[in-house]
């Protein structure tokens, strides 16, 4: 029988406390979540996972978190993985690099588990993921030993993820 995974989300954050707690948080609701305290290792890890999403802080360490998420999108099949980036700055100019690196969402610490889970729900829906899961959940059953990627999409006749009336900045 056919494995299914959940979706991939790459965390990347210098702070190993944030780091943890974040992990945490994504693995309690079954994600597949891993982490990387330095540019190096999410490099690394990108070109060795298939992404469904990236959470990275707006600096990692010295490095900018939008040049980091560059240079993953350079990597074949990561060209558009959604990212969300995490930042206790809400300055415009801020907010202008998130929307200049494609689909990605600014998330303004400290925020509310809640609405990081939200958030990150919702990013499951951007259209190229949307697309990749059904074409997973409609193809033929695959063979035993293969695997397909578990969508985190509601049930028919159900909605999309809502941000439960709570204020963030996203952009996309």
């Given at each position: 029988m056919s494995q299914l995974l959940d979706p991939v989300i790459l965390v990347v954050d210098s702070d190993p406390v944030e780091l943890a707690g974040t992990l945490s948080v994504l693995e309690h609701e079954s994600y597949q979540v891993f982490g990387a305290g330095d540019p190096a290792t999410a490099l690394h890890?990108?070109?060795e996972l298939e992404l469904d999403l990236?959470?990275?802080?707006?600096?990692?360490?010295?490095?900018?978190?939008?040049?980091?998420?560059?240079?993953?999108?350079?990597?074949?099949?990561r060209e558009d993985v959604?990212?969300?980036?995490?930042t206790p700055n809400q300055a415009s100019d801020v907010i202008h690099r998130v929307h200049q690196s494609g689909?990605?969402?600014h998330l303004r610490k400290?925020?509310?588990?809640?609405?990081?889970?939200?958030?990150?729900?919702r990013s499951m829906w951007l259209p190229h993921l949307v697309s990749n899961h059904i074409g997973n959940v409609f193809r033929a059953e695959p063979a035993a030993?293969?695997?397909?990627?578990?969508?985190?999409?509601?049930?028919?006749?159900?909605?999309?993820?809502?941000?439960?009336?709570?204020?963030i900045n996203a952009g996309g």
């Open positions: 890890l990108a070109r990236i959470i990275m802080e707006m600096r990692v360490g010295e490095t900018s978190g939008p040049g980091i998420l560059d240079q993953i999108r350079k990597i074949e099949g959604p990212a969300m980036f995490v689909p990605a969402y400290p925020f509310q588990t809640r609405v990081l889970l939200e958030l990150v729900a030993d293969q695997t397909v990627r578990k969508p985190h999409l509601p049930l028919p006749g159900t909605t999309a993820p809502t941000l439960s009336g709570q204020t």
